[in-house]
């Protein structure tokens, strides 16, 4: 269904509110459209505030008892029956026809985008083998617990091997034993020692920035600095790419992945055009170049709609064959100049920070693949025949707002360990987990280091063992802070025995009665 | 919201709502207090899609989230986060 948006001022939707049911002029042209019973009314620009039921869109012809949204130069005269407050997000909608919504000077034809229905996943436990389950009960009933993992290794060795029940009970019991070994002591340092096994194979990964390296032609940071990158938590990465896979109809067809490939990359005016400024006669004509466009794949008739969105005002744009004329109502030289500054960066196709996509076949998988350079994983998702839920980004401040903490725990963890491989390093996989697990232990992504978790510790001579001395004592005499001496730095500096290992452990007598 | 259901997601472990009842009794087999586990954002993606499956609704702060990952080391895991406001 389609639906009628435009911007106003609260002063009038307030009018409008008390008046309904009332006529309403609007100063644009709004094509009469019977099959729009709807209108929402944004003041903001990002939410809707008011719903009307409207009746009739005809042309204005200075009808009397009628709200008018301004004084003059009014076009359209829209019915409203039934007016009432809504909080909706514009960005529940996209637009069908007409310009953006959020400008003032236009109108838009919208619809509600479709939602898709949240059904939850399946449980993994659930999944288990029987026999597993049984084992991890078992276990469970005598107070001990077994990884699904180890629990799997057990049952497929008594299948493999044919152990019999006694036996297989020894068996068990001689894995908890070793499983209990392995585990870490209490108070042991397990943060020093990640420090440690992942900075130590550090030092012989790479300073430089390779180029090329992955995919064909695409830039990746690895080595080193994309290790920093990811421990820093950086709001976006130095190279951004995503991969994205597709739907099982679309994945085995090389056309259909190129024509995606083409529609993502985003395309700017001037990558298909000329835009020369002439400030004389006060306009700016655009060029099109027809070999350019032709290589980028875009028509000469996608672009004008595009170009109407233009967040200029009072902009004129009249045709002529392979030249757009755009100029201003009452030209000044600053606002040509501000228009030719808008073009210039105006895209015309594509989505919002993908620079470039490539398509290759994996012969692993027997499907193809794209690559990009830059990164927006919600516009990607959203697009048909891509399967979004195998499509990953490195950007793992993104994955945290488009997927989650969780995920973002699973892609530090992912990047890191990837990070680490291909320079040929063996770091256990423990002490990513561990890195990554503190670094969402907020519930955001946090960096390793004065901005992120090394700042925010509990201990201020902790904090100022680390880095600005001066200004952490200095703040906390300010306030009055209070250190419990808890931790280990703080206890190193008054010289107490640190709380690790051995040193936290207090031995208390417990008379026998 | 979106066409896509983030639940579904390859990189994203399974988040269930802990019943109130439960509750207590996972923090006393983990030793812990509500403040002291991992939080997660009430403003999550995935809570937010959480709440819109059908017979949730709304996340309050203080709730518990049980996460079911896939462990590369222990098979499966499973974790708790407390939900926070902001």
Redesign the interface.
């Known amino acids: 269904m389609t639906i009628l948006a435009w911007k106003d001022t609260l002063k009038k939707v307030k009018e409008i509110l008390e008046k309904a049911p009332i006529g309403y002029c609007l100063d644009y042209e709004i094509p009469a459209d019977k099959s729009i019973k709807e209108a929402l009314i944004t003041v903001t620009g990002k939410t809707f505030i008011a719903k009307a039921k409207i009746s009739k869109i005809a042309p204005y012809q200075n009808e009397k008892n009628v709200l008018k949204k301004k004084k003059d130069k009014l076009k359209t005269l829209i019915t409203i029956e039934k007016i009432e407050e809504i909080q909706d997000d514009i960005v529940n909608y996209e637009e069908v026809s007409g310009g953006s919504v959020d400008k003032v000077l236009s109108f838009a034809v919208i619809v509600k985008k479709e939602e898709a229905k949240i059904e939850l996943p399946d449980h993994m436990e659930g999944k288990l083998n029987s026999e597993v389950k049984s084992l991890i009960r078992q276990v469970e009933k005598d107070g001990n617990s077994l990884p699904v993992k180890i629990a799997e290794q057990l049952t497929a060795a008594k299948k493999h091997y044919g152990i019999g029940e006694k036996d297989f009970e020894k068996l068990i019991k001689a894995t908890l034993e070793k499983y209990k070994e392995t585990g870490v002591d209490p108070y042991e340092a397990v943060g020093i020692v990640g420090a440690q096994s992942i900075g130590e194979p550090g030092t012989q990964m790479t300073m430089r920035t390779f180029h090329f390296a992955g995919v064909a032609e695409m830039d990746v940071t690895l080595g080193l600095p994309r290790l920093i990158e990811i421990v820093d938590a950086r709001k976006t990465p130095s190279t951004p790419s995503m991969t994205i896979f597709l739907t099982e109809k679309a994945r085995g067809d090389e056309d259909r992945a190129v024509s995606l490939a083409r529609s993502i990359e985003s395309t700017t005016l001037l990558d298909v055009a000329d835009i020369e400024v002439n400030t004389t006669e006060g306009y700016v004509l655009i060029l099109l170049d027809k070999q350019k466009m032709q290589e980028r794949g875009l028509k000469r008739e996608e672009i004008m709609p595009k170009l109407k969105k233009i967040r200029m005002q009072k902009t004129v744009i009249s045709e002529e064959e392979n030249k757009i004329r755009l100029s201003q109502e009452e030209p000044s030289y600053k606002k040509i100049y501000q228009l030719y500054e808008n073009l210039k960066t105006f895209q015309v196709k594509g989505l919002d920070g993908i620079k470039r996509a490539i398509v290759k076949f994996d012969q692993k998988a027997k499907e193809w693949v794209i690559y990009t350079q830059g990164s927006n994983l919600a516009g990607v998702m959203e697009l048909k025949d891509v399967d979004y839920a195998r499509t990953k980004t490195n950007d793992i401040i993104e994955i945290s707002q488009v997927l989650g903490v969780e995920a973002a725990r699973e892609a530090i963890i992912e990047e890191s360990t990837s990070t680490l491989h291909n320079a040929g390093l063996n770091t256990d996989i423990r002490h990513l987990m561990l890195v990554s697990d503190m670094m969402t232990f907020s519930g955001n992504v946090e960096a390793i280091g004065r901005h992120g978790i090394s700042g925010k510790k509990a201990s201020v001579l902790a904090r100022a063992a680390f880095e600005i001395t001066s200004k952490h004592l200095l703040n906390a005499g300010l306030i009055g802070e209070v250190d419990k001496l808890n931790g280990v730095a703080e206890n190193i500096i008054v010289g107490q025995p640190i709380t690790l290992g051995t040193g936290a452990v207090k031995l208390s007598y417990r008379r026998e009665e | ?15 269930w709502l802990v019943p109130v009842k439960e509750e207590e009794k996972i923090l006393k087999s983990l030793g812990v207090t509500k403040g002291q586990l ?4 009430r403003t ?4 937010k ?2 709440e ?3 017979g949730i609704g709304e996340i309050v702060p203080g709730r518990i989230i049980e ?11 499973k974790i708790y ?1 407390t939900v ?1 406001g902001e």
Request: hydrophobic share 40%; aromatic share 2%; no cysteine.
């Open positions: 919201m979106a066409k896509y259901n983030i639940l579904m997601h390859e990189m994203v472990p399974e988040h991992p939080k997660i954002r999550d993606p995935v809570i899609t959480l819109k499956a059908p996460i079911v990952r896939k462990s590369r080391t222990r098979g499966i895991a986060r926070i």
